[in-house]
């Protein structure tokens, strides 16, 4: 299993420019979730899908498009980039391991920077 | 809201040291509470876990105890190697949106030999 996929490895955008940041699990993993990490401040929640079709907001959603039309893949759109949205960006795939628990596996990353 | 509170770092220490990375939380409901270690240039992994109060949570050496009385969940190893450096989070999930985590900010453990 190659487990959770991330491309690219590391962008450079112009202020207004978009892009798609791809993410695919190989787990059939029903759930998945969007994460930026930014300095001193951990990872934060952008998007999440329960499932094919269902997608929801997470802590900070805004500027952020996301869509789950297979089980596999979780693309993150970027529609009109800003620097404020210079981060690391994590994908994250996981299944219920309990009652309300569930087990996370996260891709290596996309260093994103907007000029 | 949830909310987890962890030490600021760098820490620094000499290899076969004691480390300890405190950690706390708020929550409205029962959280899941989480270690995860991010080694240089890769993504996070999951290091150890505990789903209740009194459980410890224990993996390479690491120990984490649930303690819900003081809503803190400590990350503990006895003797740290030069391969322990990376940055170690604290998270938690609330058991009705458990797939949505919570993290702290983050500690950088740096290990000289």
């Known amino acids: 299993n190659a487990g959770v996929t991330q491309t690219p490895k590391f962008q450079v955008l112009k202020t207004g420019q978009s892009m798609t940041l791809q993410c695919a699990q190989d787990?059939?993993?029903?759930?998945m979730s969007w994460y930026r990490q930014d300095p001193g401040m951990g990872l934060r929640l952008i998007h999440y899908?329960?499932?094919?079709?269902?997608?929801d907001q997470g802590e900070v959603p805004n500027g952020y498009n996301v869509s789950r039309s297979t089980t596999e893949d979780f693309p993150l759109r970027l529609l009109s980039a800003a620097p404020s949205q210079t981060s690391v960006y994590f994908c994250a795939s996981s299944y219920p391991t309990g009652p309300g628990t569930y087990e996370q596996y996260f891709g290596p990353g996309t260093r994103l920077t907007v000029t | 809201g949830d909310s987890v509170t962890q030490m600021e770092g760098p820490v620094t220490l000499s290899e076969e040291a004691f480390l300890t990375i405190n950690c706390t939380y708020t929550a409205t409901g029962y959280p899941s509470l989480f270690w995860y270690v991010q080694y240089p240039g890769e993504g996070l992994q999951l290091l150890l876990k505990?789903?209740?109060?009194?459980d410890k949570g224990s993996n390479k050496g690491f120990e984490a105890t649930y303690r819900k009385e003081t809503t803190s969940f400590h990350l503990e190893k006895g003797s740290v190697q030069v391969s322990d450096s990376a940055v170690y989070f604290c998270a938690l999930s609330d058991r009705a949106a458990g797939n949505k985590l919570t993290f702290g900010g983050g500690t950088r453990v740096l290990v000289k030999p």
């Open positions: 899908s329960v499932g094919a079709g269902i997608t």
């Open positions: 505990a789903t209740k109060a009194d």
């Open positions: 787990m059939n993993h029903e759930y």
